[in-house]
Structures are given as C-alpha cells and as structure tokens.
C-alpha cells in the first residue's frame, strides 16, 4: 500500500517559533502537496512540488515555505509561526497526470499559543 | 478561476435508507472530479473519480455519483446508508488551468451523520 507519512500527529508551538513540518512518501511520486484543512473551509493548497527543487504557490503560500532535497521527502516551514497558523496540515502525494488520485498523510493538527 | 461548493454542512440519514451528498463545481472546459472522505483522526481516502464517459461512476464502499454537465454537479450516492459512512465528505475538481501536477480545488466538506 501507498504510504505518506507525515512526523507529528500533533504539535504545539509558540508565537514566533520556526517550525518543520515532514512528510515521506514511498511510492516514488513526482508531485506531493501540502494543505491545511479548517472547519468549513475545506482543504486550501499552500504549496506543491512536481520534482525534486521544483515548487509552486498554492492558493494561501503567505507565512509558508517549503523545501524539496530528495523526491520521497516534501517539508513544510512556517518561518514565525503565528496564531492564525494553528489548523490541520494534511500531505498529499500522486503520480503524473491529471487523472491521479492524491494519497494523504494522517495529518498534523498544528496549535500555536 | 474553479471552484466547488457542498451546498449542507451535515446530512443526517437513517441506516438503510438512501443518501446524498451535493456538489456542484465551476471550471473552464472539462472537469475532473473526485470524492474523498474523511474518518475521525485519519487523512483523507480517494472515493471515486469521473474524468469522461459514463455519467454514473462507482467507487469504494458501495458509493457512487453521477456526472450532470448541464446542472455541473456531482453528487455522491448510496443506496443503504450505514452507520459506519458516517465521516465527512469532500468533493473536488482538477485545476485545468494550471500546468503543472495534479492539483485539486476543494469544496468545504459536508459531514455525514447516520444514525441506527
């Protein structure tokens, strides 16, 4: 089976901390994503990669970077974390083409006090 | 610019009975669309997917939806709810503007409540 992984189930921050968010997938999948999902919003697109170093801006990049070193591996930065950043990070990876389903990650609820 | 919209935060339905979930999409040209569902504490799990052909499209779990190009919706189906469906439901459509990947717009899920 397909498997993403993503390191936290829940983390905890302060205002103004940096935080890492990882996630490895082991399907050898070109593209991977990273959403935040919030009641009522639906999932939102913050970033996504198609290869290696290759990223893109999602629909809500503000406050967020991103860093692709090695194809299984697709990490989320929030440079200083903020209240407002507190929510449910989901990972998502898929193979090419506009047909491919998307493989999550369990997601990590994210709280910044 | 594409969008979806799941018109019901919740839908309660009784075991057995049939249920549905709405979803209507905007796009440019052909659409592609999906459903996911979303179990407590998990990440979301692919459901079913319509990209041509056959307006009635079946997926996991005994789930289906039917394409309506003329209406542009996209509603997933059941014909025996079980308490077990309850989960919360998202509708998505492929990002055909866009180059790159396979990117989904979202719509705002729809929680599914079935009770005994």
Known sequence: DVKVTQSSRYLVKRTGEKVFLE???????????????DPGLGLRLIYFSYDVKMKEKGDIPEGYSVSREKK??????????????????LC???????????????GTQLSVL | AQSVAQPEDQVNVAEGNPLTVKCTYSVSGNPYLFWYVQYPNRGLQFLLKYITGDNLVKGSYG??????????????????????????YFCAVRDILRNAGNMLTFGGGTRLMVKP
């Open chain 1, 23 to 37: 996630c490895v997938q082991d399907m050898d999948h070109e593209n991977m994503f990273w959403y935040r999902q």
């Open chain 1, 72 to 89: 299984e591996r697709f990490s989320l930065i929030l440079e200083s974390a903020s209240t407002n950043q507190t929510s449910m990070y």
């Open chain 1, 92 to 106: 998502a990876s898929s193979g090419q083409g506009g047909q491919e389903k998307l493989f999550f990650g369990s």
């Open chain 2, 63 to 88: 789930f289906e939806a039917e394409f309506n190009k003329s209406q542009t919706s996209f509603h997933l189906k059941k014909p025996s709810a079980l308490v077990s469906d309850s989960a919360l």
